[in-house]
């Protein structure tokens, strides 16, 4: 039974969304890992066992076990809530890439907020429904110091001369999953990027749990001149993560 606490009134909780690849979970460590962070961040009086436990738990139902679907872990003083949907990415998404804007809104690379998946993220989920009313697939949040941060849900990589370059954690985002995981097996620089510089870049894609790695085809006024080095990140993702067990 959910029971309205500072998570429900505050937004003072967290929460973790897996992917599930025929009821195996990806990077099922490094989410329970962040999302251990930040519970000790919150003071909150979960351990990561109990959460496991649920997980466990909602993984056995069989709606879970089919096809792509995507787990969410949400956790508060009072609730521990597990649920599943259907993952919403299809395979013309990535063929397409995506359209993408500039959200008139700023991250705010000075609040601890920023670097944790908190439920106090309205302005990301208000801005990605208010840009695909426009037919925009994602928003794109710049500092307050004008700095190319992160997308509303997404981290956000450009490529020069097939080298990947991706915002340091300090322009104020979340340390995605997907995104220590590009960072680690390929060579990423990690760059301060301006509006103004985009232009410079062949390629943009963007990436969190569930779509993995998506291709940008436009950038607000920009449209890149290509996305084949996306595309293949992203097929290469998709052959080398099947999954994993709890």
Known sequence: M???????????????TIALEEGRPQFLREHLQRLETALKFFSLPVSVEQIREAVEEALSRQEARQGRRALKVAVSRENLLVTTRENPYCREDY???????????RRNETS???????????DGIWEKRRAAAAGIREPIFLNTRGQIAEG?????????????????LSCGMLPG????????????EEKIVLPEEVAEYEEMFVTNSLLGIMPVRRLGQHT?????????????FFDSHPGEEV
């Not at 601890?112 to 309205?122: A, E, I, Q, V």
């Not at 890149?224 to 290469?236: D, V």
């Open 2 to 16: 959910f029971t309205p606490d500072d998570g429900y009134y505050f937004g003072l909780g967290a929460f973790e």
């Open 95 to 105: 063929l397409q890439g995506f359209d993408t804007d500039y959200s008139a809104i």
């Open 112 to 122: 601890p907020f920023s670097y944790h998946k908190t439920l106090n993220c309205g």
């Open 152 to 168: 509303a849900t997404t981290n956000v990589f450009f490529i020069r001369e097939g080298r990947l370059v991706t915002p340091p």
């Open 177 to 188: 999953i997907l995104r220590a995981y590009l960072c680690r097996i390929y060579e990423t």
């Open 224 to 236: 890149f001149s290509g996305m084949e080095r996306g595309l293949a990140l992203a097929r290469m």
